[in-house]
T-cell receptor, first 116, second 113 residues
């Protein structure tokens, strides 16, 4: 049981380049989300999705795009990378079960992105 | 707005010492409360949770009690081990809230042998 899989684990970009961070889960979770983790800032929500075809913005969405064409996948796109986007990115998912274990997130191992 | 405040680290203890990591929250309504742990090089994983006032969450020797009167959810362990060295995040979340969980900034814990 793989859980939440993120790729790549490490990436270096130049300012202005684009890339996609991949996230896939095999638990049939309806809810998926992307966080960024920065020193002294904790985790901040970028975008989230409550099901295929539905996405919404979190706390820090600027500079990022997402889509959710399937239940399993939730890619995060950086269209024009900036040094301020240097961070560790985590994808997380959750079952849509508000009555039991609500809000328990399963995290991927993270993707470390450096923008030069 | 809703927020979580936890003690700043790093916290350094000797093995077998008693651990407390403070966490307080501000929220409208009645959130569920969580502690997540992040071991080096890994993603976060749920350590324990409590869904209503006076509930006690426990796991791996760690405990935390949901205190509504003091809006707190302090993490405790009676005897820490070197393997407990990690970053600990306090968090809150609401039923039926799509923006899910709000995390504290994390507390790094170092346990010395």
């Amino acid at each position: 049981n793989a859980g939440v899989t993120q790729t790549p684990k490490f990436q270096v970009l130049k300012t202005g380049q684009s890339m996609t961070l991949q996230c896939a889960q095999d638990m049939n979770h309806e809810y998926m989300s992307w966080y960024r983790q920065d020193p002294g800032m904790g985790l901040r929500l970028i975008h989230y999705s409550v099901g295929a075809g539905i996405t919404d913005q979190g706390e820090v969405p600027n500079g990022y795009n997402v889509s959710r064409s399937t239940t399993e996948d939730f890619p995060l796109r950086l269209l024009s990378a900036a040094p301020s986007q240097t961070s560790v990115y985590f994808c997380a998912s959750s079952s849509d079960s508000y009555l039991s274990g609500a809000n328990v997130l399963t995290f991927g191992a993270g993707s470390r992105l450096t923008v030069l | 707005g809703d927020s979580v405040t936890q003690m700043e680290g790093p916290v350094t203890l000797s093995e077998e010492a008693f651990l407390t990591i403070n966490c307080t929250y501000t929220a409208t309504g009645y959130p569920s409360l969580f502690w997540y742990v992040q071991y080096p090089g890994e993603g976060l994983q749920l350590l324990l949770k409590a869904t209503k006032a006076d509930d006690k969450g426990s796991n791996k020797g760690f405990e935390a009690t949901y205190r509504k009167e003091t809006t707190s959810f302090h993490l405790e362990k009676g005897s820490v081990q070197v393997s407990d060295s990690a970053v600990y995040f306090c968090a809150l979340g609401f039923l039926n809230r799509d923006d899910k969980i709000i995390f504290g900034k994390g507390t790094r814990l170092h346990i010395l042998p």
